[in-house]
Nanobody, 120 residues
Framework: QVQLVESGGGLVQAGGSLRLSCAAS????????MNWYRQAPGKQREFVAS???????NYADSVKGRFTISRDNAKNTVYLQMDSLKPEDTAVYLC??????????????WGQGTQVTVSS
């Protein structure tokens, strides 16, 4: 079994910063791509950022230049540094990962999410 656990959310004023973490644990041979998504009340889940095992990153246009995704392969952890936060960034942020287990099977996993609230 594999678990993804997010942390680091909270309440911050506009212009502030937060750093989210997502730690994977369990039967993990290799974590392929790791992603952050977010879902605001009444809206569809949307892609925020991704990072491959080799460190190639991709960002949604709405967060480019403000958010930075990184990962620590030794700790099976992905981070999302969020700077210059705006009220429209308010959402539940969810970690997603494509993980290969020791049976060489790959599955997609989701975390439970962490709330980020940005006040104006």
């Amino acid at each position: 079994q594999v678990q993804l656990v997010e942390s680091g959310g909270g309440l911050v004023q506009a212009g502030g910063s937060l750093r989210l973490s997502c730690a994977a644990s369990g039967s993990i041979r290799w974590i392929n791509i790791m992603n952050w998504y977010r879902q605001a009340p009444g809206k569809q889940r949307e892609f925020v950022a991704s990072i491959t095992g080799g460190g190639i990153t991709n960002y949604a246009d709405s967060v480019k230049g403000r958010f930075t995704i990184s990962r620590d392969n030794a700790k099976n952890t992905v981070y999302l540094q969020m700077d210059s936060l705006k009220p429209e960034d308010t959402a539940v942020y969810l970690c997603n990962a494509d993980i290969t287990n020791w049976s060489c099977s790959a599955y997609e996993y989701w975390g439970q999410g962490t709330q980020v609230t940005v006040s104006s």
